[in-house]
């Protein structure tokens, strides 16, 4: 078959879109937006990387900054946001055995996100507005530096990612506890202890005292109790940044309509804490819990085993989400009028308590996949422990920035940039959810053949050196005094800035491979059939044998 | 006494090679795992709470190493209770650094040796950042400046040396060259910052 032929029809035959459910269609349409979105945060990423080595003359300062502020919006909202939603859509209905709540606010929540990650996009490209992620007081509110029209663009852009997010959380939520037609009401009680994890405590508690288990056969599985208590932080870090944005929201719309405020009415420092609550549940919370369960899941999906220590890991999870709440002054250690006891509590001593909750993850996914020994190296496995080894690294990496002695000088510098989160990022993250989209690829695809697994090769090994070459010389130059969010215009720290890049291009050549692998493989035809109406009328996951021919 | 420099080669060293420990381990643990040859052994439930009570050891264990071995932390705790020799008092506004009422300049700043100093800075509208660097750019200090709040960093130079200022933190593209050259000098020390003399960049 041609080269042509196989791009427009895919790999022997390609997707068959007719064959889809709705449930399969909108879970693809998030995870393929995700994927593209992924795409566009790569190639800005490049665009900053060029101009950390010698300043590009057609990015001038409001254009770089603005770049830097859209690049995790588009990277964390666009993009991972929508793959680990399109994923849970399917995985929660799939994991509990009965059908997703609402495709219809499923196919709402993806496109609200899409939408919304585009307009926050281009209040940036557009209008260069450029407070940054960390939208510190007043920044945003700067209307001497942006346009406020820009700005408006930008927080009308994010409200509707939280908005979308909302849609998820209910989705969520909702699939969990609601009972199907035709059966027997499901009892909440028991749903939400065990979603909540609370029987795994319980039963260590009754094994302690020797009484027999509290609950043998757990309501909920252990993913989808990584999945409900990671939403718990999700909806809490929508709330935060929604407040934010009605906040600055408030202040655009006054200085558009001429009654210009005073921003000194807002405390910056207590404006920063409430911000950093919020934020930090996503980086400190629904991250790692959503992880650790997407690391169980994976262990049991590719062993066929159960998880080593199902308690513990239970137990795990409802700390992490504690652990999670109380963590967010580690972003404050260079601010000085931050209580030092906040910094002491929160920002170093509960902070630690990361390695010790995304310590047992890693010990109990690594425990579970070398108890079934011998196992193939296959796509999801390889990625598997690529992801554990980017939170391996880049776990440590935050808790050494979390501390008052090194923080002082690490603190915005290359430092929290590179080792810490661009490594849990692409690295972690990243690579756990290619894992996950390696092990659903035959589900949602109703079977469709990969076009070449040299291409799938090239991936791993291109994004997980690129990822992690990029971190190292980033933390090297972050040694030498390096600051993010800084421009430097003498070549200081050049060399370091041409190792990163070309470890930076292998990232992003490593996800041009993969989407033409993919593209290949479904063919355009099947990938743009995604996004219309499903030909199946059901609400089951998968079709029907019969469906399927 | 311990350094920045001191700090960060220690950190090098130590980061390096649990990097490369990590990276070995999840090697040899991928070869393992697709080995047909030996079966798994059991992991028992104590070598897990052993492994766990490593990482709590760990965690805790770093803060108080530093505590322990970084001069600063201690100074930073104490600092309300340490009366300075001198206190130099900055303002920012419109991205700006303004002291004694002009904006700051080369050899605008010089600080005693192995003295407490204190520098306090007042942010009139945006969050900047405060941080002094050698003439190699690596960092000595840095602090937030926030509007509306108490910005206040301790500090005891034991070595001498001519040092730039720059803001540490983003205020807008405006901002972005908040740099300026060899405020600070120290003098009166036994011991020169080899890495910090004017003139050398290295």
Redesign the interface.
Same mark, same amino acid.
């Given at each position: 078959m041609s080269f042509f032929n196989t791009l427009i029809n895919g790999n022997e035959g390609g997707l068959k879109e007719e064959t889809l459910t709705p449930t399969q269609k909108v879970t693809l349409r998030a995870v393929i937006v995700g994927i593209l979105y992924y795409g566009l945060s790569a190639f800005e990423g490049m665009m900053m990387r060029a101009h950390a080595i010698s300043p590009l003359p057609m990015l001038d300062d409001s254009h770089y900054f603005s770049v830097m502020t859209v690049h995790p919006i588009v990277g964390i909202f666009g993009s991972t946001y929508l793959v680990v939603f399109g994923a849970f859509t399917f995985l929660v209905p799939y994991l509990m055995k009965k059908p997703l709540y609402s495709i219809k606010l499923a196919n709402y929540t993806w496109g609200f996100i899409a939408i919304g990650a585009l307009l926050a996009w281009l209040g940036g490209f557009i209008w260069h507005y450029a407070p940054l992620y960390t939208l510190y007081w007043p920044l945003p509110v700067d209307f001497s530096q942006y346009d406020a029209v820009g700005g408006l663009v930008f927080i009308v852009g994010v409200a509707l990612v939280m908005v979308g997010t909302l849609g998820f959380i209910y989705n969520i939520f909702a699939t969990v506890f609601y009972t199907e037609d035709g059966h027997e009401k499901r009892p909440v009680k028991p749903l939400l202890i065990s979603a909540l994890g609370i029987d795994g405590m319980l039963n260590i508690l009754y094994k302690m005292t020797g009484r027999e288990p509290y609950s043998k056969e757990p309501a909920v599985s252990l993913p989808v109790v990584a999945i409900f208590r990671g939403t718990i932080d999700t909806f809490l870090d929508a709330l935060v940044i929604l407040t934010c944005g009605i906040l600055i929201l408030v202040y655009i719309i006054g200085d558009l309509s001429g009654a210009t405020m005073d921003y000194t009415s807002v405390n910056a420092l207590l404006y920063k804490n409430f911000f950093w609550w919020g934020l930090d549940l996503i980086a400190d919370g629904l991250v790692l819990i959503y992880i650790a369960g997407s690391w169980y899941l994976l262990a049991m999906l590719i062993t066929g085993k159960k998880l080593f220590m199902q308690n513990i890991a239970r137990a795990a999870l409802l700390l992490e989400l504690i652990v999670s709440w109380a963590v967010w002054s580690h972003h404050l250690l260079a601010d000085q009028g931050q209580p030092n006891m906040m910094k002491l509590v929160s920002g170093e001593m509960v902070t630690a308590f990361e390695l010790v909750t995304q310590g047992i993850a890693i010990f109990i996914t690594l425990v579970t996949l070398w108890s079934a020994k011998p196992l193939k190296m296959s796509n999801e496995l390889k990625f598997l422990l690529g992801g554990i080894l980017g939170f391996m690294l880049a776990v440590p990496a935050g808790i050494i920035q979390a501390d008052m002695g090194l923080n002082r000088i690490l603190h915005n510098t290359q430092w929290v940039a590179g080792p810490h989160f661009h490594v849990a990022i692409l690295v972690g993250l990243t690579m756990t959810l290619y894992s996950a989209i390696y092990i659903l690829w035959p589900t949602l695809t109703n079977g469709v053949k990969l076009y070449s697994q040299k291409m799938a090769n090239y991936h791993f090994w291109a994004h997980l050196i690129g990822g992690i070459g990029m971190g190292a010389f980033m933390g090297m130059a972050a040694m030498d005094g390096m600051l993010r969010r800084t421009l430097y215009m003498e070549g200081e720290y050049q060399t370091y800035m041409i190792l990163a890049g070309i470890c930076g291009f292998l990232l992003l050549s490593a996800w041009v491979v993969f989407l033409v692998n993919v593209l290949m493989s479904v063919g355009v035809k099947g990938l743009l059939g995604v996004f219309s109406k499903s030909k199946i009328d059901t609400k089951d996951l998968v079709p029907s044998q019969e469906e399927n021919k | 006494m311990t350094d920045?420099v001191d700090?960060?080669n220690a950190?090098?060293i130590v980061?390096t090679i649990?990097?490369l420990s990590?990276?070995s381990l999840?090697g040899w643990?991928?070869l393992?795992?697709?080995?047909?040859k030996?079966k798994?052994?059991?992991?028992k439930?104590s070598t897990?709470y052993a492994?766990?009570g490593i990482?709590?050891t =760990?965690?805790?264990a770093?803060?108080i190493v530093?505590?322990n071995?970084?001069p600063?932390?201690e100074i930073?705790?104490k600092r309300d209770s340490i009366q300075p020799a001198e206190v130099y008092k900055i303002e920012m506004k419109d991205h700006r650094y303004i002291f004694n009422g002009q904006d700051i300049k080369a050899g605008d700043i010089h600080i005693p040796c192995n003295e407490y100093v204190l520098f306090e800075v007042d942010s009139k509208?945006?969050?900047y950042?405060f941080?002094i660097?050698?003439q190699?750019?690596?960092?000595?200090?840095?602090?937030?400046v =926030?509007?509306?709040?108490?910005?206040?960093?301790m500090w005891k130079f034991h070595k001498n040396g001519v040092y730039h200022l720059?803001?540490?933190?983003?205020?807008?593209?405006?901002g972005?060259?908040m740099y300026i050259k060899d405020v600070f000098e120290v003098s009166g020390c036994n011991e020169d910052d080899k890495y910090s003399q004017k003139g050398a960049d290295k």
């Open positions: - | 920045s700090v960060l950190l090098k980061y649990y990097t990590v990276i999840i643990f991928a393992g795992l697709v080995n047909p030996g798994p052994r059991i992991v439930p897990f492994y766990v990482l709590i =760990v965690g805790v770093i803060h530093t505590f071995k970084i600063w932390v930073d705790f509208d945006l969050t950042g941080g660097f050698r190699n750019n690596s960092m000595v200090l840095q602090m937030q =926030v509007p509306g709040n108490k910005n206040d960093l720059r803001s540490t933190e983003y205020s807008g593209p405006a972005a060259h």
